[in-house]
């Protein structure tokens, strides 16, 4: 066996000292001196005697637990709702970083927005009228999309896009119509 060797605080300067460090030579012991590794207080295990109590719930944690349970069904709404609108929100992002969309955009919107603050009947008045413009050219669109889808995607020639005609020849080529302006007017 190994005798124990005390630890001593030593200055800084006695570290670069040499010592030298003997073993003591093994010498066998009695029997009834030897202790097992399991007997050794080390190693046992002491007897769990903790139990578990609750603490007694305060005013304070009652109410916010009261709060949590009547909120929960609204806050997985909410989860739902920004899962979905999260990656719709991340593209508008992108978009937005492009030069001509923040030359054009930006600026209107806020030069809108501060008017709005200023001037907020005749803000009323134009986002009504803006309103009801874009509620037009969105129903003339979905006409047009119509006639298109109805057609096949086939171009009709109307008479908006034809040459306009003298009159001389616009008599002379239509057969409905009588060739003498004297007949037209009967």
């Known amino acids: 066996m190994f005798k124990a060797v005390k630890f001593v605080a030593v200055p800084a300067s006695l570290s670069f000292a040499t010592l030298r460090v003997h073993a003591a030579s093994e010498t066998k012991a009695p029997p009834e001196t030897l202790l097992k590794v399991e007997e ?31 909120t929960a069904p609204y806050t997985k709404w909410y989860q739902n709702v920004y899962e979905k609108v999260k990656p719709k929100v991340e593209t508008a992002v992108e978009h937005s970083k492009g030069s001509r969309i923040k030359k054009i955009i930006y600026p209107l919107g806020f030069m809108g927005i501060g008017a709005s603050l200023y001037y907020p ?66």
Request: hydrophobic share 30%; aromatic share 6%; proline share 6%.
């Open 121 to 186: 009947q005749q803000a009323a008045m134009i986002a009504k009228d803006a309103g009801t413009l874009v509620y037009d050219w969105s129903l003339q669109g979905i006409v047009t999309v119509e006639s298109l889808w109805k057609d096949g995607g086939k171009k009709k020639s109307s008479k908006k896009h034809e040459m306009p005609v003298s009159s001389d020849q616009a008599v002379s080529n239509d057969p409905k119509q009588p060739n003498t302006p004297s007949e037209s007017s009967k």
């Open 40 to 70: 050794l207080s080390l190693y046992s295990s002491p007897v769990p005697v903790a139990r578990y109590v609750e603490d007694k719930k305060t005013e304070l944690e009652e109410g916010i637990s009261w709060l949590r349970t009547s």
